[in-house]
Structures are given as structure tokens and as C-alpha cells.
């Protein structure tokens, strides 16, 4: 009985069923929601000992345990259509150690040849190409399935839709967001107070889910393809079937060595552990392969991962330096963010003296206070942060940092709302860097697109009392700009310009503009094809906001909470005598048949080209009308809008599924189109 009694308190054996549900959320957050809360390495770390702890207890066996099945990025209302894979996709074991890889080389056949390539940080992707054609683009999924995003692929300029070569292949690569485009999409995140993605593969997997291929297409991904699967494939060795893929077009990296013995794969690892610092893409390590395909077919695989490659990944750059002093910044919305400024260190090529907080909770689960010794870590990340505080007898102790309780800025007594992390300032009316933050929110290119009033110019404005408001911008006049320092008359007329070019700009864009908290650019769409105009809007109960999708009730809230405020009110009255669009085309003008309910509840295909309007407006239209995008053919696919040179592959997926096809003008009589067609 005491024997029973210790193996069930064992605390190896409850270690084993924590460790399972730690990776699983963290194989969410990572995969699903593109929001890893743990570090690469911290990671597999983690996953090593699960790994060691279940071999030592094999009656805990578990097909079910992260160590037998690789993290999925499948989503189950991703619109996109789930493809059951030809070949398992699988990840590769890894290893943080040299030796480790030494070892690996030595259990491989003497005469192999290693093929070492540049591991890309990016999301997994995988190419099927049919008689030359691009017919799908499926994620890694869990390895079995994954979600075809063929349209979304399509937009990334260096992958090719057709090849000379008429093979029926598959190629296998990473999708990837440079770092100068990661950067620019970070900064637009910023200025609209949207959590920044923490490193470009979070970036680019976020992007890749999206529904907006033109969207997909401004963010500017690029691939990296590694290896080829099919039949009567050319070359017996993976090298040569990399440079027959480049030659057919296909973007495969320039650092591809093969290697012959541990001397050179080292060499190799030496040089790229520097170089990949020049790099116009994020790296996290270097892929070793054996190069003979019929020695990788002997060598076979384990569950989840292949025997006869491995990788290595770089340790993530790390220094140390003293937190000198804590400082707190203002957003457009009045989230306060602490932010440590540090003694300068170089990392990964820059001076690093700055690094955010985030929040008072993670400054008191780190424990730290101003003084304080900490370790600060870029590596395969671009955003400086303070992973850990430099711990010793003398420092060990809880931070003790006593957060500001007023605003910075205007003196306010912050407040924190109930379930989130941050504290607020909530004088949105009179705190400078919430009023000046609206301005630039309200300018900017997705919202009222006003040329030449940036951030500086508006700072300028504000400080020479001529802006308080979004709504003062329509008051400004020719000489209240050109007398301005670095404008003039030219910067003046160009302003105006923009200005009223502005007062054309839509209902649903005008919305987002106002800067409500937490209306974002889609939800703002949604709410403004319920509503749409202002006057509507503005009398709108909570329960017919919720009843919108995406909107929950916190948006509800701030929008009722938004229009109860007479000073909103008054901004709002000023931009109507101002001209700027409140209301949609079919408002204004008591058009039907613009906008209207008939495909709620719809999923639409779009294939092939058109006479009467572009793929992008008919996509709107199904939007305007209730219905759903999707760029893949399913068994929820509700009918296909069949235009001229439908995709073989769609009509071919239609008909096995009896899905109809509707042709051009028989949709534009389903939502009783008015206007020219």
C-alpha cells in the first residue's frame, strides 16, 4: 500500500500532466492566436524534459501528449477550406547544442552528405502545383490537415502561379515578412494602440489567416521554398533538386551548402551564427539534412519528426544592463505604458537604451524596480525587451515599485477597467497626447487619408492653438498653415487639398476615424452596413449593437458611451457642417439594392474574370449584402459567382460537391443590384 501510495504522489508523475497542458496553450497561443507568451528555447526546454520524464514513465503513455503531434494553426471559422495533406508535415527536432549535433552526425551512414540551409522563422507553407499550375496552398495545420489560403498565397510577388515545367509537384517552404515590412506594420499597430506582433513570424502567420487578400498584399510577404515531394522527381539528391526548382522559377535561398564531414557543417553554422544579422529576413538557426533521398528514406521518421534532418537554433542574443529609471507614456486611447530606459547596450547591430514594460502586472511578476540589474534580449525578435531581472542575495526580492496613479500628462486619476491589464487615463477630452493621438488617428491612410498632416505637423498645430479637436482640421485655413514653420504655401495647398478630398472619403472609413475605442477597421464596416448613418447610429441600443458580429458588449458600451458625451456630440455636428461623409451612397441618396440582407448566412466563391464589375467590388457586394468571402471550395461553400475562365480545379470541387454555379448577372439579380451593369 505505501508503494501504491508514493507513485501516486510521485511529483515526476504530476510534472508529466502539467507540462502537457502548459505546451498545448502554449502551442495555442503560438500557432492560433500568433501571440506566444514564451520564449522559442524556454519552450523546448520544456518539451525536452516531457520528453525525458515520459520515457522514464511509459505506463503514462499518451498519443494524445504534445510530444507525439506537432502544434496546429488550424482554425475552425477560418473560412478557409481544410486540406487533408498528401504527406505529413511535420517539424523537425532541434537542438540548442553543438555537440548534440555532432552527435546527430555521428549516427548517420559515413558516406552521408549533409545539405545545411538557413532556418527561416516564418510560417510553414506547403505548394501543389498540377500539371504546372498552382491549384492549392495549405498551412502546416497538425501536420495531417491544414487550411488552403491559395488567394492569399497568390498575393506574395515571388511565388510563381504557373511553371514551364508541366510536373505535377509539391514544394515545401516558409512564408516570411521582411523586417523593414515588419517594422512599418508595427508602427501602423502602434498608432492605433493594436497589440504589436512580437517578432515577424507572429507577423506573417497573423497576416497569411487574414480574409482581405489586398490587405495580405500591402504587408509585403515573401517565401523561402526548401524542399520538393511527388513522383518521378528529378535528381536523386536533395541539392540538386533545390537548383532544378530555382531554375523553374521557384524562390529557393542562395545559402545552400553541402557538406562533408563536422568540420564543414561548423564552418558553415560559424559563419551564419554572425551573417544572418545582414539579413533582410528573420533566421532562428541553420537546417542540416542528409543530402541522398534514398538515405533519408532508410533513415525514416519518428512520430512527428524526420531522423535524418535536424536543427540547430542560435541562442537568442542577450545582455545585460542596469534599469536606470521608469518612465510612462500616453496613447491615442489613455492606455499608460511603462517603459525602462536602460544604460545603452548593443544587440543584433543596435544601440538598444529603451524597452517596454507592457503593464504593471508583468513589472511585478518580473520583480523589478529602478536599479535593478536585468537581461535584455532581441535575438530573433526586434521589439528590445526585459526578459529577467539579475538575480543574487542582494536583489532577489519582489519588486516593490509603486505605479503612478495619476496621468503623466494632465494630472487625471487613472483608472483600471475590470479584466484588463492596463490603467487609463480617461480624460479623453483635454490630455494632450490623447488629443493629438485622435488627430493622427483620424488622418491616417486608413481612416481619412489626409496627406501632410503628420504627426509633426499636427504637434505643431496643437501647440500654436489651432487644433483641439479632429473636428478643428476643417476649420484651418490657408494662412493659419502657411505662416507655419517647414510648411508654406506649396505644404499649405497640399493640406487643403487633402482636406477636402476627405469630405468624399466613406461612411464606414469615417467611423473608424472617430477613434472609438476598440472600433477597428472591420468592425467599424460591420456596424456601419447596420447602421448606416450617424444619425442612426448614435440612437442605437446595446442590443442591437450586440447583435452585430464581432461587436460584444464592451464595444457596444464605449460606442453608446461615445455618443452620450455632448462634447462627441458637438465634434460630430461640426464635421456634418463641414461635409464630411456620415451616411453610406444608399442613405443619402434612397437607392435599394446597394446594401441589403440576401446572403446572410452565405458562403461565396468568387472564380474566374468579369464584365460588369472587378473581383474586389463583387467581394464588397457579398459583404454589403450579408454573405462571406472565402477562397476555397468546401462542402460550406453555398454557390460559386462563375465568371469567364473559372479555375479548373473549382469547377472540377463544385461539381463532386453539387455546388452551383451562379453566373454574373443571375447574382446581380439575387441582390437586386441597382446601377450600371
Known amino acids: 500500500m505505501m508503494d501504491l501510495f508514493s507513485e501516486i504522489e510521485n511529483p515526476e508523475r504530476d510534472e508529466i500532466i502539467a507540462l502537457r497542458k502548459e505546451l498545448e496553450e502554449q502551442n495555442y497561443k503560438y500557432y492560433v492566436l500568433n501571440a506566444p507568451t514564451m520564449s522559442d528555447r524556454e519552450f523546448d526546454e520544456k518539451m525536452r524534459r516531457l520528453q525525458d520524464l515520459e520515457k522514464r514513465y511509459p505506463d503514462m503513455d499518451d498519443p494524445k501528449s504534445p510530444t507525439k503531434h506537432v502544434g496546429s494553426d488550424l482554425t475552425k471559422k477560418s473560412g478557409f477550406a481544410t486540406i487533408t495533406h498528401r504527406y505529413p508535415m511535420l517539424s523537425l527536432a532541434n537542438t540548442y547544442s553543438r555537440e548534440e549535433v555532432v552527435d ?106 487574414l480574409q482581405d487578400p489586398r490587405e495580405v498584399a500591402r504587408r509585403g510577404l515573401t517565401s523561402y521554398l526548401y524542399y520538393m515531394l511527388g513522383d518521378n522527381l528529378p535528381e536523386d539528391n536533395h541539392f540538386d533538386r533545390l537548383q532544378a526548382a530555382k531554375r523553374w522559377g521557384f524562390p529557393i535561398s542562395d545559402a545552400v551548402r553541402v557538406c562533408h564531414g563536422i568540420d564543414e557543417v561548423m564552418a558553415f553554422i560559424n559563419y551564419w551564427d554572425v551573417e544572418r544579422k545582414n539579413l533582410p529576413v528573420a533566421t532562428d538557426g541553420i537546417v542540416l539534412k542528409v543530402n541522398n533521398i534514398a538515405q533519408q528514406t532508410e533513415l525514416g521518421y519518428t512520430a512527428k519528426t524526420p531522423r535524418w534532418a535536424i536543427a540547430y537554433k542560435f541562442a537568442a542574443e542577450r545582455q545585460q544592463t542596469t534599469l536606470r529609471k521608469i518612465t510612462y507614456q500616453v496613447g491615442r486611447t489613455g492606455v499608460i505604458t511603462p517603459v525602462a530606459n536602460l544604460d545603452p547596450i548593443q544587440l543584433s547591430g543596435t544601440v538598444v537604451q529603451r524597452a517596454t514594460l507592457h503593464n504593471e502586472d508583468f513589472i511585478r511578476q518580473l520583480g523589478i524596480e529602478e536599479g535593478d540589474q536585468v537581461w535584455v534580449e532581441k535575438g530573433g525578435e526586434i521589439i528590445p525587451k526585459i526578459v529577467a531581472k539579475v538575480t543574487n542575495s542582494l536583489n532577489s526580492k519582489l519588486s516593490t515599485l509603486n505605479f503612478i496613479k495619476t496621468c503623466p500628462e494632465c494630472g487625471t486619476p487613472l483608472v483600471r477597467v475590470e479584466g484588463e491589464a492596463a490603467w487609463r487615463c480617461p480624460n479623453d477630452i483635454t490630455c494632450p497626447p490623447q488629443i493629438k493621438g485622435k488627430m493622427e488617428h483620424f488622418v491616417s491612410r486608413k481612416a481619412m487619408n489626409i496627406d501632410g498632416l503628420g504627426e509633426e505637423t499636427i504637434d505643431l498645430l496643437f501647440e500654436q492653438n489651432l487644433l483641439h479637436s479632429i473636428a478643428d482640421i476643417y476649420h484651418l485655413t490657408h494662412e493659419d498653415l502657411a505662416k507655419q514653420e517647414r510648411l508654406g504655401n506649396k505644404s499649405a495647398d497640399n493640406i487643403l487639398a487633402g482636406i477636402e478630398k476627405s469630405k468624399t472619403v466613406p461612411w464606414h472609413r469615417v467611423l473608424f476615424a472617430l477613434g472609438i475605442r476598440m472600433v477597428g477597421e472591420t468592425t467599424a464596416k460591420k456596424i456601419a452596413r447596420v447602421f448606416p448613418s450617424i444619425d442612426q447610429l448614435q440612437w442605437a441600443t446595446k442590443e442591437q449593437l450586440t447583435a452585430i458580429e464581432d461587436v460584444g458588449d464592451q464595444i457596444a458600451e464605449n460606442i453608446i458611451a461615445y455618443f452620450n458625451d455632448i462634447r462627441n456630440l458637438d465634434i460630430v455636428r461640426q464635421l456634418q457642417e463641414a461635409g464630411v461623409t456620415l451616411a453610406s451612397e444608399s442613405e443619402n441618396s434612397g437607392t435599394a439594392g446597394n446594401s441589403g440582407s440576401q446572403l446572410v448566412g452565405k458562403t461565396i466563391v468568387i472564380s474566374g474574370t468579369f464584365e460588369h464589375h472587378s473581383r474586389e467590388e463583387y467581394k464588397e457586394m457579398i459583404e454589403a449584402h450579408g454573405g462571406k468571402n472565402s477562397g476555397s471550395v468546401s462542402s460550406k461553400t453555398s454557390f460559386i459567382l462563375a465568371g469567364e475562365n473559372m479555375g479548373p480545379e473549382k469547377r472540377k470541387k463544385a461539381e463532386q460537391l453539387g455546388i452551383a454555379l451562379v453566373s454574373e448577372d443571375e447574382f446581380l439579380q439575387m441582390i437586386n443590384y441597382v446601377g450600371e451593369s
Open 104 to 209: 546527430w552526425l555521428n549516427k548517420l551512414p559515413a558516406d552521408a552528405e549533409i545539405c545545411c540551409e538557413l532556418k527561416y522563422d516564418g510560417l510553414s507553407i506547403s505548394l501543389w502545383y498540377e500539371d504546372g499550375q498552382l491549384t492549392h496552398a495549405v498551412t502546416r495545420g497538425d501536420g495531417t490537415r491544414g487550411d488552403d489560403v491559395i488567394d492569399n498565397i497568390k498575393t506574395i510577388a515571388n511565388i510563381p502561379w504557373t511553371i514551364d515545367n508541366k510536373a505535377s509537384i509539391e514544394l515545401r517552404g516558409e512564408i516570411l515578412l521582411p523586417w523593414a515590412n515588419f517594422e512599418k506594420l508595427n508602427k501602423e499597430r502602434e498608432a492605433q494602440e493594436e497589440p504589436l506582433f512580437a517578432n515577424p513570424r507572429n507577423a506573417a502567420s497573423g497576416t497569411l489567416k
